[in-house]
């Protein structure tokens, strides 16, 4: 997280912003049988393995908080602080 209220993953030597169009394809990703390769393709990642190491670093209440939801949360103190958490390694 480099500003507040915007979240970023990092991918290898990518960032990667967590926006309305990302989260959307991240729920299709959870609740439908899309596979690493496809969700590589949508996000414009180069190959499943960034696509898997993406997911992993993704907090999982992200991937199931509606796209609405987010925008609001983006600019909220305590969510700009957990966001900022560093990474699990």
Do not use: C
């Not at 309305?20 to 190959?47: C, D, K």
């Amino acid at each position: 997280m480099t500003e507040k209220g915007v979240y970023k993953v990092k991918v290898g030597e990518k960032e990667i912003e967590i926006d309305t169009h990302v989260l959307e394809v991240l729920q299709r990703y959870v609740h439908t049988e899309m596979s690493l390769e496809e969700l590589a393709a949508r996000l414009g990642l180069e190959s499943w393995e960034e696509a898997y190491e993406f997911v992993k670093n993704i907090p999982a209440w992200i991937l199931w908080i509606p796209s609405t939801l987010w925008k609001t949360m983006r600019g909220m103190e305590a969510v700009s602080k957990e966001v900022s958490r560093p990474s699990r390694k």
